[in-house]
């Protein structure tokens, strides 16, 4: 695996990533694990909610867990509209978080689905501004197009609803994404177990996002490790190319010449 993948490299925002896994800071039993939880999953990218910094604060914060050397993508989640989208990440850069910015623009409560009109206003908006903006939307084409246009950096659809580990439900649809979108497809939202991001990596996605599943584990650090080798081997097979699949058997090995007999 490690022959495949040495020189594959995700860029995006011209940054070059080794790991194709992205893990957040949500929902773990103690902040305290975090550092472990990147060690272990090899993640380069972890994404924080900007309402649970407190950079004046005395006390310590989740900020104080998360390793210099990982690219931070500061989220936006709270915002319903592009407005408060657009305010959170000027806020997020004018205190040090840098220039990369995920949105989300939920105004629907119960299923927690980003609506794809705002987020497309914000995603405009700041990419005007020299943001590196990865925009969090349903797995919807035209809402993708629009996104590349208003100059997205990626595409991050959803799996599943926020939070509910379910799984690829959106599988066809991301698919289409893959295929017709020039951009990084990142999947986020729904993955529960680590076979789906293998699943989602083996269909071509450029990476996962995964936050839920590793936080809500009986062990989180183990699963943020399973995590890791899931989605290389998910990698790993997408660039070796899987085999054809047949409606028939197909022996492994040539029927003729067992012991001396015939082909029957």
């Known amino acids: 695996m490690d022959n495949i993948t040495k020189e594959d490299l995700l860029i995006i925002g011209g940054v070059a990533l080794k790991s194709r896994l992205f893990t957040g800071t949500g ?15 090899g993640s380069q990218v972890i994404t924080v909610a900007l309402r649970r910094v407190d950079f004046a604060a005395g006390t310590e914060n989740v900020m104080d867990y998360i390793p210099q050397s990982v690219q931070l993508l500061p ?15 000027r806020l997020a850069k004018a205190t040090g978080c840098g220039n990369w910015i995920k949105i989300e623009v939920i105004s629907d409560n119960r299923y927690l689905l980003p609506d794809g009109y705002e ?13 590196v903006v990865l925009p969090y939307v349903n797995a919807d084409l035209m809402v993708a197009r629009s996104l590349v246009a ?11 609803p926020i939070g509910s580990n379910r799984g690829l439900r959106t599988e066809e649809m991301i698919r289409i994404l893959i295929e017709e979108i020039a951009l990084p497809v990142i999947v986020d939202a729904g993955i529960g177990k680590p076979s789906e991001a293998c699943a989602a990596m083996e269909m071509g996605a450029a990476a996962c996002l995964v936050n839920t599943a590793i936080a809500s584990a009986g062990d989180p650090v183990t699963m943020a490790e399973a995590f890791g080798w899931a989605v290389r081997a998910g990698r790993a ?8 699949t047949r409606k028939t058997a ?3 090995s040539p029927l003729t010449g067992f012991l001396g007999g015939r082909n029957r």
């Open 27 to 41: 929902k773990y039993p103690s902040d305290t694990m975090i550092p472990e939880i990147i060690e272990r999953s």
């Open 75 to 89: 989220n936006t989640s709270g915002a319903r509209t592009a407005d408060e989208a657009v305010r959170i990440a």
């Open 119 to 131: 987020t497309v206003k914000a995603t405009e908006i700041l990419a005007n501004e020299g943001f």
């Open 150 to 160: 208003a100059g997205a950096a990626a595409i991050m659809p959803l799996g599943a």
């Open 237 to 244: 097979a997408f660039l070796s190319g899987t085999g054809a």
């Open 250 to 252: 197909a022996a492994s």
